[in-house]
């Protein structure tokens, strides 16, 4: 008896992701070695908003804080840094590595009222915090129009 498979756009368009990467090498494995080598990756983020600042929160479990840079640039913020892998160890056998380590680098384009001038960054316990204060120039103020 046949079985029906629903189709799923986004498994297709994965698939078909990673055929380009892997043709233009730079598939998942950085060493081209195929599964249970170590993957780039890209830090997870949260952005915010209140009515006094942007935040992004990245996790960066396991990176060190001097592994870490944050810069704003042309109007765009750059998370960038480096997971290290654990040293071989003696008398260590590794059976499977599914996390990921190596460098990463992710780029938001700062909205229109955020002020540049005051980005500021803060690192505790594997997470990245960047505060990024609303423009006071730049907030819309309401005018009240007399109706005649």
Known sequence: MNSLTSWNPFREMETMQDR??????????RNGEGSGTVTEW?????????DKEYVIKAELPEVDKEYVKVVVENGVLYLKGER???KEVKN?????????????MRSFTLPDDAD?????????????????????AKKPKAIEVAVS
């Open 92 to 104: 260590k056998k590794y059976h499977r590595i599914e996390r990921s380590y190596g460098s990463f």
């Open 42 to 50: 890209s830090p997870s983020v949260d952005i915010s908003e209140d």
């Open 116 to 136: 540049p001038a005051k980005v500021a960054a803060e690192f505790k316990d594997g997470l990245l915090q960047v505060h990024m204060p609303k423009s006071e």
């Open 84 to 86: 290290k892998f654990e």
């Open 20 to 29: 380009i990467l892997r043709a233009m090498n730079l598939s998942a494995s």
